[in-house]
């Protein structure tokens, strides 16, 4: 079955800096690339996410990769601010998600002002 | 945002005890799951139910006993369980249950003492 690791386990960056989570997947028929996002006692909620027909995808500060040849795939946020704090899951999943969501351990970023 | 709801949002229990856990989502979505999340470890798919019947029983022990009357609401009921037991249990939903999008409920925080 799919396995997801996630590095780092924890991130730590100073306001306005880039962050780099990298996420590498076992399944080369694993299509989809979720990212979800985790607040502190809150839900985690999709922030963005790619298929696998796309190398790219960019939304705002946040941009995620894919290297389906390599079987990994990082989230990008830019200009860091401290509402970026929180724990980032990606996942892999076959068709389109759904109960086939494989997720990674995820990381901790804390963004310091 | 009232999307998924969850009750109770925390919950303290003996090992001999009985208790369930309710989630609801009001979005239409077809699709409901259970996840169990424990510190440093990735999101563990417990159960899936797509239209009120069940397709998914990712190996969990009979202690735990999913409950789906309709598609709008889900049920966990607990009977013995165990200090290691104790997580945070996350219920979510899919519009359909390989639809990409998970949206989650703010969990409820099982202790087990």
């Known amino acids: 079955g799919e396995n997801v690791e996630q590095h780092p386990s924890t991130l730590s960056v100073q306001e306005g800096d880039s962050a780099v989570i990298k996420c590498t997947y076992s399944?080369?028929?694993?299509?989809?690339f979720p990212w979800y996002k985790q607040e502190l006692g809150k839900r985690p909620q999709l922030i963005i996410d790619i298929r696998s027909n796309v190398g790219e995808k960019k939304d705002q500060r946040i941009a995620v990769t894919l290297n389906k040849t390599a079987k990994h795939f990082s989230l990008h946020i830019t200009e860091t601010q401290p509402e970026d704090s929180a724990v980032y899951f990606c996942a892999a999943s076959m068709n389109t998600g759904g109960f086939k969501t494989i997720f990674g351990a995820g990381t901790r970023l804390f963004v310091k002002a | 945002e009232t999307g998924v709801t969850q009750t109770p949002r925390h919950l303290v229990m003996g090992m001999t005890n009985k208790k369930s856990l309710k989630c609801e989502q009001h979005?239409?979505?077809?699709?409901m799951y259970w996840y169990k999340q424990s510190a440093k470890k990735p999101l563990e798919l417990m159960f899936v139910?797509?239209?009120?019947?069940?397709?998914e029983n990712n190996s969990v022990p009979s202690r735990f006993s999913p409950e789906c009357p309709n598609s709008s609401h889900l049920f966990l009921h607990l009977h013995t369980l165990q200090p290691e037991d104790s997580a945070l249990y996350l219920c979510a939903s899919s519009q359909e249950v390989n639809t990409g999008e998970l949206f989650f409920g703010e969990g409820s925080r099982l202790t087990v003492l």
């Open positions: 399944d080369s028929a694993s299509n989809y």
């Open positions: 979005l239409g979505h077809n699709a």
């Open positions: 139910y797509n239209f009120k019947e069940q397709t």
